[in-house]
């Protein structure tokens, strides 16, 4: 198996050496989000393919670009796109630019997807934060032979670690704060990770509303698991672009996902442009 924490520190110099950014916090956009990069001030993008090692989507609507800069006076690392294991990767590869961001310097990791709405109250074009996940994908990014140096906090990296609070409270907290001060109701919900690439069927919903989940989507919990195994504080962000196969009488449509990403743009980068500086400052 290639050595992840040697790729992982190449990837860092390089990523040194075309940006002076020390990143404090790392955002992993998802599909139809990747627009909220243009907010980066004093930016240097880099094209995946000039990171080595670094994997690169084949979906429309993730285009491949790590940006570095500023938000609020904060230095940030922003991934405008990611990869999936749909894709074919492998789940190292995954995620392998959140051990990236980790390495980089990262204390804190956003992650954005676009999610089907199981929980009927939802709504198309809603954002929703993250309280909790299950991860059905029958993967797990920390498995393989275990490496410490992913530590980044005292106490990280061990071969089995807590999961029990996954989505720092405090950072929930502050992002339902900031939408209530921004007017909007921002609720919480459990994520629920599918392989996919097929959408899921009815019953499959019908399923998973069953075992507690509130939105379905087919990537994020491999790179928070990887996050936590850091020691990385974590927030998670979903855009409902659809409710869930079944839920409504309607069949799913990938152009939707990036259609509703688009509608909501603004709404989603005021409120990650004014939680990143509060992050920092809490
Ligand atoms: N299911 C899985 N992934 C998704 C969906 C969905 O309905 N919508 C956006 N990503």
Redesign the pocket.
């Known amino acids: 198996m290639p050595d992840q924490y040697a790729r992982a520190t190449a990837a860092v110099e390089a990523i040194r050496s075309l940006s002076p950014t020390t990143p404090a916090i790392g955002i992993i956009l998802g ?1 139809g989000l990747g627009a909220f990069a243009s907010q980066v001030e004093n930016a240097i993008a880099i094209p995946y393919a000039d990171i080595p090692h670094f994997p690169q989507s084949t979906v429309v609507g993730h285009s491949g670009k790590l940006v570095l800069g500023t938000i609020g006076g904060v230095q940030v690392a922003v991934m405008q796109g990611r990869v999936h294991a749909y894709e074919g990767y492998a789940v190292e590869e995954v995620v392998f630019p959140a051990r990236v961001l980790g390495l980089l310097g990262c204390k804190t990791l956003i992650v954005t ?4 709405g199981i929980r009927s109250s939802l709504r198309p074009g809603e954002l929703v934060v993250l309280s909790d996940h299950i991860n059905l994908t029958g993967m797990n990014a920390a498995g393989g032979p275990n490496e410490p140096r992913f530590a980044m906090t005292p106490g990280a990296g061990q071969r089995f670690f807590d999961m029990s609070t996954v989505y720092t409270p405090k950072l929930r907290a502050l992002a339902v704060m900031e939408a209530d001060k921004q007017g909007f109701d921002l609720t919480e919900g459990i994520y629920l990770a ?1 392989l ?1 690439p097929s ?2 069927t009815p019953a499959e919903i019908r399923a998973f509303r069953t075992l507690g989940a509130d939105l ?3 990537s994020t919990v491999h790179e928070v698991i990887v996050a936590r195994h850091m020691g990385l504080d974590v927030l998670g962000i979903s855009l409902v ?2 409710m ?2 079944g839920v409504v009488d309607q069949a ?1 449509d990938h152009e939707d ?1 990036l259609e509703i990403g688009r509608n909501v743009e603004k709404r989603f980068t005021n409120l990650l442009t004014a939680i990143v500086p509060k992050i920092e400052a809490s």
């Open positions: 599909s997807n676009a999610a089907g599918v996919g959408f899921e379905v989507g087919m672009t659809n869930a196969a799913i996902v």
